[in-house]
T-cell receptor, first 112, second 113 residues
């Protein structure tokens, strides 16, 4: 059973550029959440997608957007990258209405 | 004040020691409590979860929740060098639609042979 898979593993972007990160949820899961984890910090909730709609959103600017596809996979887009966006971006999946959440290995984004 | 407080450590113990990891929280709406283990440069791995108060045991790991004190703990018995990692507590309220996880900052644990 494949768990949560993310791509790419690492990414280096220049300030001002745009980036797209991808995620496939654990088999059988229909809800995808994205988290940002800065070095030495716990993950911070960005947003959650269910039935292709954004259901919840954390305290992140509109530069952060996402999408969920009919097969439940998801993308995270970040526009106008800032140096402070450098972090580990984690995708997590769960079943709707259940809190138990599984994480992918993350995409490490470095903005230079 | 952060909703979830966790001592960042590092915590360094000898192999075989009993380890106690703790978190405190301020939001009385939290009902689900989870512990994740995160190895360096990897994603968090779910270790244990509990609902409301009480204890839960799984092998060498025991999770405790004291809602009256807003305090949760993870105990690791017979610690091994392979337990060296960062341990994150996470919490969530029970209402559907508000099930995002709120994390502590993580405690870095090192178990030396």
């Amino acid at each position: 059973d494949a768990g949560v898979t993310q791509s790419p593993t690492h990414l280096i972007k220049t300030r001002g550029q745009q980036v797209t990160l991808r995620c496939s949820p654990k088999s059988g899961h229909d809800t995808v959440s994205w988290y940002q984890q800065a070095l030495g910090q716990g993950p911070q909730f960005i947003f959650q997608y269910y039935e292709e709609e954004e259901r919840q959103r954390g305290n992140f600017p509109d530069r952060f957007s996402g999408h969920q596809f009919p097969n439940y996979s998801s993308e995270l887009n970040v526009n106008a990258l800032l140096l402070g966006d450098s972090a580990l971006y984690l995708c997590a999946s769960s079943l709707a209405g259940q809190v138990i959440t599984f994480f992918g290995q993350g995409t490490r984004l470095t903005v230079v | 004040q952060k909703e979830v407080e966790q001592d960042p450590g590092p915590l360094s113990v000898p192999e075989g020691a009993i380890v106690s990891l703790n978190c405190t929280y301020s939001n009385s709406a939290f009902q689900y409590f989870m512990w994740y283990r995160q190895y360096s440069r990897k994603g968090p791995e779910l270790l244990m979860y509990t609902y409301s108060s009480g204890n839960k045991e799984d092998g060498r790991f025991t999770a405790q929740v004291d809602k009256s004190s807003k305090y949760i703990s993870l105990f690791i018995r017979d610690s091994q060098p392979s337990d060296s990692a960062t341990y994150l507590c996470a919490m969530s309220p029970v209402s559907v639609g508000t099930d995002k996880l709120i994390f502590g900052t993580g405690t870095r644990l090192q178990v030396f042979p």
